[in-house]
């Protein structure tokens, strides 16, 4: 949380951002614009939009603007952030009712004549203002049955697989735990099944796993039960705010499901293994 | 693990921060899916005007009972009760409407469209309560692959249609020859799309190596993958497509044998 710690940062952010404004107010010959947002503001008992309005100028992403009104008007707004480069995955919120990075969110993509909603994601308590408490994602993610490579293919303990085989599992690896994805999941948002279902993010992590060339580990049985994958009912919104575009439902989650098809709901597989065993 | 999740307070049904017209897309999947369930279900009542000349409308193919044509056993069975209805398009139908509604992408679709399961992504929903596809009665959406073995044989029966659709009976002699008519390339576009649609299918794609994790050993296995991957990629534009292709055929030639529209041939 960096409520007061990145007063100085901010500053710093607030002052190039005005000098970028008079730079662009300059060569564009036109005066700077002033924007109003509403921010939400409050903890876990409870709290209200407010409104605020600061000067925005070309290539300002949301998080400037949330920078601003906390140097401006607001020191005490609660906000997380880490890279500003949409690769930290901290500054999640949503953004006009969408889970958005904020450092991500240009404020040329918002219409700015009417005011600009930020709020807390909603799938996780409300630490302050725009901080959320994922730590429930941390908790989950023990819960997996960890990677279990088959044993090495060589006598120096290494192993050789093809680049064709890892580039399946490479997409999921491009995540950066921002949890949007949870977030949006009506699932966890509107039906907290939080203690049945380990949501997209997780989803896509036993993906990484499961799909791996090297992994013999089967989570079929937990899928179906402790990780409530039917509880899926592949409405793509996760894919949808992904902000490392990775294609969950479809890449992830879908193949998942059928491979727990493979060992539960298909009478013919289970006919078929039971004689394999046999025989 | 019990996990106490204290969170904001639950949206209501169609409450949402987002500006944006989010209830267009349900609203169009509703209007076309019910269109289409509305379409269908009256001309598959219909057991009449489903041909004309060499061409079979695809909502009766394969045609297994006639009155008025070629079909697999003959006319309608004799021992059928009086106050049933019959059609042979009700025989067939629920194969292709099993594999459309059990289909990833559709179901999807017509939770949010027809159930607000959400309404719309960040939108209030109007139940607190949910079971998902974990248990009944949606847990048989897991037969989606049954439905699709039948779905791939259907295309084999709407190819043969094609072929038929290209053979011409001249009135007057009575001998048949090759030709084209605007129909024959209606139903030649129809098993082009559903082709499309049903090669992208999820679990096709699982069926033939998504469930294998070392593809690079397995060549065939592999290209296979990668054909029915690129295919599932379009996967949303293939269902709708072909969901209209194949109800403008069974229009088409249903208005030909009404006589309103006349069949133009190419060749
Ligand atoms: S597709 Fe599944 S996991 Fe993704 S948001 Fe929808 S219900 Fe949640
Ligand atoms: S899968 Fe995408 S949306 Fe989900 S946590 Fe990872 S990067 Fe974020
Ligand atoms: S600050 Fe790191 S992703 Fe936005
Ligand atoms: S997933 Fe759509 S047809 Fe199988």
Same mark, same amino acid.
């Given at each position: 949380m960096t409520a007061g710690g990145t007063t100085s940062v901010s500053r710093e952010i607030v002052e190039s951002g005005q000098r970028a404004a008079e730079r662009s107010g300059e060569s564009a010959g036109g005066e700077s614009k002033r924007a109003a947002f509403r921010v939400w503001r409050g903890d876990s008992s409870g709290g209200a939009f407010e409104e605020y309005t600061t000067s925005v100028s070309e290539g300002m992403v949301v998080l400037d603007a949330i920078h601003q009104i906390q140097a401006e008007s607001a020191n005490d707004l609660a906000v997380r952030w880490n890279c500003k480069a949409g690769k930290c995955g901290s500054c999640s919120a949503e953004v006009n009712g969408m889970p958005r990075l904020?450092?991500?969110?240009?404020?040329?993509?918002?219409?700015?004549?009417?005011?600009?909603?930020?709020?807390?994601?909603?799938?996780?308590?409300?630490?302050? &203002?725009?901080?959320?408490?994922?730590?429930?994602?941390?908790? !989950?993610?023990?819960?997996?049955?960890?990677?279990?490579?088959r044993i090495p293919d060589a006598p120096d303990g290494t192993w050789r697989m093809a680049q064709s085989d890892v580039d399946r599992v490479q997409e999921f690896r491009k995540c950066i735990e921002c949890f949007l994805c949870q977030d949006t999941c009506h699932v966890l948002r509107d039906h907290q099944k939080h203690d049945e279902f380990i949501g997209p993010?997780?989803?896509?992590?036993?993906?990484?796993?499961?799909?791996? /060339?090297?992994?013999i580990e089967n989570r079929a049985a937990e899928l179906r039960q402790a990780y409530g994958i039917g509880y899926c009912n592949i409405t793509k919104c996760c894919t949808r705010v992904c902000p490392e575009n990775i294609t969950i439902t479809d890449n992830a989650i879908i193949p998942l499901k059928e491979r727990v098809v493979d060992e539960h709901y298909d009478p013919l597989r289970r006919l078929v293994r039971l004689f394999r065993r046999k025989s | 693990m019990a996990t106490q999740v204290v969170q904001l307070r639950r949206r209501k049904w169609g409450e949402t921060m987002r500006?944006?017209?989010?209830?267009?897309?349900?609203?169009?999947?509703?209007?076309?899916?019910?269109?289409?369930?509305?379409?269908?279900?009256?001309?598959?009542?219909?057991?009449?005007?489903y041909a004309y000349g060499n061409y079979l409308s695809p909502f009766y193919s394969p045609l297994l009972f006639s009155e008025f044509r070629e079909s697999w056993f003959g006319p309608k069975?004799?021992?059928?009760?009086?106050?049933?209805?019959?059609?042979?398009?009700?025989?067939?139908? /629920?194969?292709?409407?099993?594999?459309?509604?059990?289909?990833?992408?559709?179901?999807?679709?017509?939770?949010?469209?027809?159930?607000?399961?959400?309404?719309?992504?960040?939108?209030?929903?109007?139940?607190?309560?949910?079971?998902?596809?974990?248990?009944?009665?949606?847990?048989?959406?897991?037969?989606?692959?049954?439905?699709l073995y039948f779905a791939l044989a259907f295309l084999v029966f709407l190819s043969i249609d094609v072929w038929k659709a290209m053979w011409f009976t001249d009135p007057g002699t009575g !001998?048949?020859?090759?030709?084209?008519?605007?129909?024959?390339?209606?139903?030649?576009?129809? !098993?082009?799309?559903?082709?499309?649609?049903?090669?992208?299918?999820?679990?096709?794609?699982?069926?033939?190596?998504?469930? !294998? &994790?070392?593809?690079?050993?397995?060549?065939?296995?592999?290209?296979?993958?990668?054909?029915?991957?690129?295919?599932?990629?379009?996967?949303?534009?293939?269902?709708?497509?072909?969901?209209?292709?194949?109800?403008?055929?069974?229009?088409?030639?249903?208005?030909?044998?009404?006589?309103?529209?006349?069949?133009?041939?190419?060749?």
């Open positions: 904020m450092c991500m969110t240009r404020l040329n993509d918002l219409d700015l004549e009417k005011a600009v909603t930020v709020e807390p994601m909603r799938a996780f308590p409300p630490v302050r &203002d725009l901080v959320t408490d994922v730590s429930w994602n941390f908790a !989950v993610k023990k819960r997996i049955a960890k990677f279990k490579p993010r997780f989803l896509v992590h036993v993906a990484a796993l499961e799909m791996h /060339p090297l992994d | 500006p944006d017209l989010w209830w267009i897309e349900p609203l169009i999947v509703f209007t076309i899916l019910s269109s289409f369930l509305g379409y269908a279900t009256w001309a598959a009542f219909q057991n009449t005007h069975p004799g021992g059928w009760p009086g106050w049933l209805p019959f059609s042979p398009a009700l025989l067939i139908l /629920p194969f292709p409407a099993g594999f459309r509604l059990t289909c990833y992408y559709y179901r999807g679709a017509y939770y949010k469209a027809f159930w607000s399961d959400p309404p719309s992504c960040t939108v209030g929903e109007p139940r607190t309560g949910y079971r998902g596809e974990r248990s009944l009665p949606l847990v048989l959406q897991n037969v989606h692959r049954y439905f !001998v048949r020859h090759f030709g084209i008519g605007v129909g024959t390339i209606l139903l030649v576009a129809n !098993v082009i799309l559903l082709g499309g649609y049903t090669f992208g299918c999820h679990s096709l794609r699982h069926l033939v190596g998504g469930y !294998v &994790d070392r593809l690079s050993g397995a060549p065939a296995r592999k290209k296979a993958y990668d054909c029915v991957s690129c295919f599932n990629r379009g996967h949303m534009r293939w269902a709708w497509a072909s969901l209209f292709m194949v109800a403008f055929c069974d229009i088409y030639i249903r208005m030909l044998s009404l006589g309103i529209w006349h069949d133009w041939r190419l060749l």
